[in-house]
C-alpha cells in the first residue's frame, strides 16, 4: 500500500472521509501527538488499527470527537466532567466515563468504560467533522516506539501500513493527553499530561494519582513497555552527573556513539561532548522530548538521559515519559 502524506485541505479531507467511511485508516495531527484514526464504530476498522500498531489486545483506545459533538451519546457525564469539560475541553484532557455501548467493543476491549478525547487542534476537529463518526485513535507509532510529533514521524513508522496521512505540521503539546478517570466521586489521573493535578484538583475539588499496585490495572496501557527508541539507554538523576559523564566516555571506548538528552542547565556542563537539549520550561520540555528520541536514534546508537527539570507540574507527565523512554524506574 502506497502512504499519502498531505496537507488538510478539501480534497484530501474528502479522501479521508471516504477511507474512514470504507474501514480503513488514517493518521492525523493533534495537539498533544499524531493519531491514528478509524471509525470507532466499525469492529474491523478498530482490529484493523491494532494490527497496523502490532498494539497488545488489551490495552483500550480513546474515541475522538469534534468540540460540537454531544459526548452524551456515547457516555454518561458526571458532574464533575461537566466542570472539566467547560474549564479544560477542546484540549489534552482525555476522560473515562462510564460507557453507553454504542461503539465497538474491541475500543474498550471489553471494559464498561470509555475514553473519550476533544482535540484543540484546528485540522484534527476538521478531520473528525469530515469523518462524521466517533473516531478511536492510539498514537500513530509502531507499538511501544517513541510517540509521532509529525508526519514525518508517521511516516517513518507507517509507511506502506496505511493509506493517507494528514500533516498539520508540529504538535505544539508534545506529550500524550492527561487520562483521568470520571467514573467515580473523586477524578483519578491515569497518565499525566498537560492538564495537571493541580489544574484538575482546582476545578473538581479533588484529585488523585492512580496507584498501580492496587488491585487490576485501571488504565492497560500503563503495564506495558513504552516510548523505547531504537538505541542503547541509560537513566541518570541530575545529582549523577558525573557518572554519566564517566558512562559517556566507556561508551566511546567501547566503540559505541553516545549522545546525551537533557535540559539547558545540564547541557552548559556537557562541554566538548553531544547533547541534544530539551529547553528549560517544562512546556519546552514537553514539546521536544519526542523528536529528541526521534532524532538522537537514527544518528547514535546509546542515548544518555539526565532527570528532566521545568519550571510546573507537567514535569511529571514528562519525566513519567522521558525515564520509560531511558529503560529507568518511575
Ligand atoms: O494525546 C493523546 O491522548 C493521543 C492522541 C492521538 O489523542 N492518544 C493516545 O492514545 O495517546 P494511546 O492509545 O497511545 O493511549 C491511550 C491511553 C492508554 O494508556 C490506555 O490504556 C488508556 O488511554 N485508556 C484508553 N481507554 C481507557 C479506558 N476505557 N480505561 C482506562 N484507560 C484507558
Ligand atoms: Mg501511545
Known amino acids: 500500500m502506497q502512504t499519502v502524506i498531505s496537507d488538510i485541505n478539501e480534497e484530501s479531507l474528502a479522501l479521508a472521509s471516504k477511507i474512514i467511511r470504507e474501514g480503513g485508516l488514517v493518521a492525523f495531527p493533534t495537539e498533544t501527538v499524531y493519531g491514528l484514526g478509524a471509525d470507532a464504530t466499525n469492529d474491523d476498522a478498530v482490529r484493523a488499527i491494532y494490527a497496523a500498531k502490532g498494539r497488545p489486545s488489551d490495552n483500550p483506545l480513546i474515541v475522538h470527537v ?79 516506539h517513541v510517540s509521532p510529533v509529525t508526519a514525518r514521524h508517521v511516516y517513518d513508522d507507517l509507511a506502506g501500513k496505511i493509506p493517507l496521512i494528514l500533516d498539520g505540521g508540529s504538535s ?25 493535578f493541580d489544574m484538575i484538583k482546582a476545578v473538581a475539588g479533588r484529585c488523585e494519582y492512580v496507584h498501580s499496585t492496587d488491585g487490576p490495572v485501571r488504565s492497560p496501557g500503563m503495564k506495558y513497555k513504552h516510548y523505547s527508541p531504537r538505541a542503547e539507554t541509560a537513566y541518570f538523576e541530575r545529582d549523577r552527573l558525573a557518572e554519566a559523564v564517566s558512562e559517556y566516555k566507556s561508551a566511546l571506548n567501547r566503540g559505541l556513539s553516545p549522545i546525551f538528552i537533557c535540559d539547558d542547565k545540564i547541557a552548559a556542563q556537557l562541554e566538548g561532548m553531544e547533547y541534544i537539549s530539551l529547553g528549560s520550561t517544562s512546556e519546552q520540555l514537553a514539546a521536544n522530548v519526542y523528536t529528541a528520541l526521534r532524532q538522537a536514534e537514527k544518528t547514535h546508537n546509546f542515548i544518555i538521559g539526565v532527570a528532566l527539570k521545568g519550571d510546573s507540574q507537567v514535569d511529571v507527565g514528562v519525566m513519567n515519559r522521558f525515564v520509560k523512554a531511558m529503560g529507568g524506574k518511575t
Open 172 to 196: 505544539c503539546g508534545g506529550i500524550e493527553s492527561t487520562v483521568l478517570d470520571v467514573t467515580g466521586e473523586v477524578p483519578v489521573i491515569l497518565r499525566s499530561g498537560l492538564v495537571t
Open 66 to 144: 469534534p468540540p460540537e459533538y454531544d459526548v452524551s451519546n456515547l457516555v454518561y457525564i458526571t458532574e464533575s466532567a461537566l466542570k472539566l469539560t467547560k474549564a479544560y475541553l477542546p484540549g489534552p484532557l482525555t476522560m473515562v466515563y462510564k460507557s453507553k455501548g454504542k461503539v465497538s467493543p474491541l475500543v474498550s476491549c471489553g471494559l464498561d468504560t470509555l475514553a473519550v478525547r476533544v482535540p484543540a487542534h484546528r485540522g484534527a476537529a476538521r478531520f473528525l467533522r469530515a469523518a462524521g463518526v466517533p473516531i478511536a485513535a492510539p498514537s500513530a507509532n509502531v507499538s511501544k
